[in-house]
Every structure is written in C-alpha cells, then in structure tokens.
C-alpha cells in the first residue's frame, strides 16, 4: 500500500518538515476497528486509532498503533489534527436505545464529515450499512437506525470531502474469505464477515477508483482486490 508523505510545511522562518499523515479510526476498540487497524498498521499504513477510555490504549500502543482518546458525544477535533484520511466504523450498538443512535450513529458521524470538510481530509471510508437507503423496508425496530446511516450516507455524499460508503450486510465473526459480492441475490444470504469488511476499507484506501463510491458488501466470490482495482 502506499503511504502518502505530505509536501514540507511549517511557519516562514522554520525549519520544515516531511510529514507522513495518518488515518484517524472512528470505532477503533470495535470489532470491525479492531481488525483493520492491526492489519492496516501490519501493512504500514500509519493508523491513529480513536478510543473512548484509557484502558483501551493498552492493547493498540502494544501493537505500535498510535491512540488518541476521544468521545463522538463530544469534542473531538484533537484526535484528528495531522490526519489526511477518516474511517467512521463507530457505533452505538444493539445494547442502547435509540438516543444513543441518534447521538452517535449520526450526530457522531455528521459531525466527523463536518470536520473532515473543515481539515481537508483526503478521503472518507465510511461503514454504513446494507440498504441504509431504504430505511422504510427495514423492519420497524431497525428503521430509526437505518434513517441514522442513511441521513449519514447522504450528508457526505454532499459533501466535499472525497469518500466510500461500504454498506455491508449482517455481520459475522468468521475469518476473512478475502472474496465478496457487491449485489444481493436470492439464496446466497445476506452476511459478510466484520474480517472481509476490514479488508475493504483497507482497499478503498489503496484504490484511487474507490473514491465517491458506494457498495454493497455481502460474502461472495469476487476478490476484495479487485472490487475498486478500476
Ligand atoms: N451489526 C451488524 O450486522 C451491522 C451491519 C451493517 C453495518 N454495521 C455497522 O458496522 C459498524 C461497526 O460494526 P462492529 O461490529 O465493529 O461494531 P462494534 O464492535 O459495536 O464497535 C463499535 C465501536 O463504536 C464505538 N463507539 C460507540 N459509541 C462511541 C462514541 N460515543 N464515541 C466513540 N466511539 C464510540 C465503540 O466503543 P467502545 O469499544 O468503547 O464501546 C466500539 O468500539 C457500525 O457502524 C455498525 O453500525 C453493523
């Protein structure tokens, strides 16, 4: 993958600097966060991965990931300062209500694409979900979280910052099979593995073409490599 390294900046006078710029990671401590960070810093991507508490440092600064604490529910524009890219995989999860969805899953992720377009990040990857754009079609318990990914989607569609929306089926914890499908189709499920979805963000990064795309990610055939190679 290529690591990008930023022209020499600084105040008139100073000495300048190279610079290389990281990846700030929104939902670092999660699941799917947890994945693309160790592989993404394995691969030598610089990662910066946002966590909420200090006892969630231990175990990214042990894999030489470096950790910036950080809350959606509140200021967080320190944990983005010296980044060039932004993954939103945060989320509030099955377990809150839906004030929690509110105030995470879209106010939290509004608010990263407001900083995104205030800091000029390079490039958004954002984690939606499978048929966020129809969130009436999902059943009733899930639509406010639905409208939450949607309402997301379409604000950083309008937005100036380039981006991918990945909008991956119902998550599973197997291993990564590398290979997906981006069309749903009848008999072949509707999961993708959190491990496949981690390798998909890491190939929107290393694929110009990812950018301003939005895919549906399920398990399939294709190989991750090739779904932004054109
Ligand atoms: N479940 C599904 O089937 C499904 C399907 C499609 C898409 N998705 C989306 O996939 C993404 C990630 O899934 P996952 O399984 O990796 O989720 P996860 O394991 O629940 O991780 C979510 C992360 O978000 C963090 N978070 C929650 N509130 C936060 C806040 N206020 N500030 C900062 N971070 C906060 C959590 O922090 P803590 O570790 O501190 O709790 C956690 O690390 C989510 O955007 C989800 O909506 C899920």
């Known amino acids: 993958m290529n690591v990008r390294i930023l022209a020499p900046y600084g105040q008139p006078g100073q000495r300048s600097e190279t610079v290389t710029r990281s990846i700030l990671v929104l939902g670092a401590n999660g699941k799917i966060g947890r994945i693309f960070c160790k592989e993404a ?3 030598g991507l610089p990662i910066r991965a946002m966590v909420r508490s200090e006892d969630q440092r231990e ?3 042990t894999a ?8 959606l529910e509140a200021e967080f524009e320190h944990a983005a300062q010296g980044c060039d890219r932004m993954v939103f995989t945060a989320g509030s999860g099955a377990k809150t209500g839906a004030d929690k969805t ?5 106010y939290g992720a509004i608010r990263a694409i407001e900083l995104s377009e205030k800091l000029t990040i390079d490039h958004f990857v954002m984690v939606s979900a499978a048929r966020a754009e129809a969130p009436l079609a999902a059943p009733p318990a899930m639509r406010h ?12 569609i309008a937005s ?12 599973t914890d197997l ?5 997906i499908r981006t069309q749903f189709s009848a008999g072949d499920g509707v999961d993708i593995s959190r491990a496949n979805v981690a390798r998909c963000i890491a190939a929107a990064f290393e694929f110009p073409a990812a950018k301003n795309q939005v895919v549906d990610l399920l398990d399939g055939d294709q190989p991750i490599s090739t779904l932004f190679a054109s």
């Open 41 to 43: 810093s394995e691969a």
């Open 59 to 61: 175990s990214f600064e």
């Open 64 to 71: 030489n990931i470096e950790v910036v604490i950080g809350n």
């Open 102 to 106: 509110m105030l995470v899953d879209l």
């Open 145 to 156: 979280y639905m409208v939450a990914k949607k309402v997301a989607d379409d604000r950083l």
């Open 160 to 171: 100036s910052v380039p981006h991918t929306i990945l909008r991956p089926g119902r998550l």
């Open 175 to 179: 291993p990564a099979s590398g290979k």
